[in-house]
């Protein structure tokens, strides 16, 4: 007979835990700021290829008497060839004209000729254009939640579908809180690779939550009302416990060799997708296996605990 893990029994060591790390990550937020990036905040981005060592110093010196303004720079490498890149952010209201790319270009090439500096990209965005495309993407990222919700309450209806899909959802809140965390702690600017990794949290975890609610509903038709709620969906996650871990195991493994890939070749655009979305998927089995079900749990509890009205 396999092993019983008591994750029922012990819901409110769980509950604690996940509580006390949405808390440090919120406090966090509020002491040290939000950083956003330029697709959300508005500003300018230019993008450089160039060879050989450079003095990030000194170009960095050049660039803001060049721009008139503070800039934020970083380097990469590409894979297809040895040239590397230099991205160059002004975020805020400010854009930049085409005339005063090309001044900057023609002061890069006399200084640096060594360098073989080469512009990939200028991109402009307003704030206004910004601020509306983060609004949305959060929009699109609720109204992903909403339907979640819906779908989990019908096709789990026979067995308490608006508390079992309410459960889900906080589970999945649980999820894109922790994924918020790491980009909010490791300094990552809020961007694109945020409402993607927080989308494909959305659909990884809400489907392991669905393999143990659909266990529930299995061995609800098989022993009926003959095993308590909390048994059931104790014995439901351990069922489901080895496909779960091991799902996410394959998973992390992939994931885990993109984000050595990205290191390695120093692509950052791909790392600050990759390693939060690692997190998150870690993040994801913890809140299928003790958040959702367990909390379910305790929900069904407390409305059986609760004294019902007597009729006059």
Not at 97 to 110: D, F, G, H, K, M
Not at 142 to 170: D, E, Q
Not at 256 to 277: E, H, K, R
Request: hydrophobic share 45%; net charge positive; glycine share 6%.
């Amino acid at each position: 007979m396999k092993k019983q893990y008591d994750i029922v029994g012990n819901r409110k060591k769980f509950f604690i835990f996940s509580a006390v790390l949405i808390v440090f990550i919120l406090l966090f937020s509020v002491i040290f700021g939000v950083e956003m990036d330029i697709q959300f905040k508005g500003g300018a981005m230019l993008t450089y290829s160039y060879t050989g060592e450079l003095d990030i110093s000194a170009v960095q010196k050049d660039i803001e008497s060049t721009l008139g303004s503070n800039v934020t720079l970083q380097t990469g490498s590409s894979i297809a060839s040895d040239a590397q890149t230099l991205t160059i952010s002004m975020p805020g209201t400010q854009t930049v004209e085409t005339a005063t790319v090309e001044a900057l270009s023609v002061r890069l090439e006399e200084n640096y000729s060594d360098n073989s500096f080469r512009q990939l990209s200028l991109n402009n965005v307003d704030p206004t254009i910004g601020k509306e495309f983060f609004a949305k993407s959060i929009v699109a990222v609720v109204a992903a939640s909403l339907l979640i919700l819906v779908y989990i309450a019908v096709r789990f209806k026979k067995i308490g579908g608006w508390p079992a899909g309410s459960m889900a959802v906080v589970a999945l809140v649980h999820d894109l809180i922790v994924v918020y965390g790491v980009f909010v702690v490791m300094r990552i600017p809020l961007n694109g690779n945020f409402i993607a990794a927080l989308l494909t949290i959305l659909g990884y975890s809400i489907n392991d939550t669905v393999v143990i609610y659909d266990r529930v509903r299995e061995n609800r038709q098989l022993y009926g009302n003959s095993m308590d709620f909390a048994t059931l969906v104790n014995n439901s996650i351990n069922q489901s416990l080895r496909r779960s871990i091991n799902t996410t195991i394959s998973t992390l493994l992939a994931l885990g060799t993109v984000c050595v890939v990205s290191v390695v070749f120093g692509l950052d655009s791909i790392f600050t997708f990759a390693f939060p979305l690692i997190i998150g998927m870690i993040s994801g089995v913890y809140s299928t296996i003790c958040i959702a079900g367990p909390l379910w749990v305790e929900w069904e509890l407390h409305k059986k605990a609760k004294p019902r009205k007597k009729k006059a």
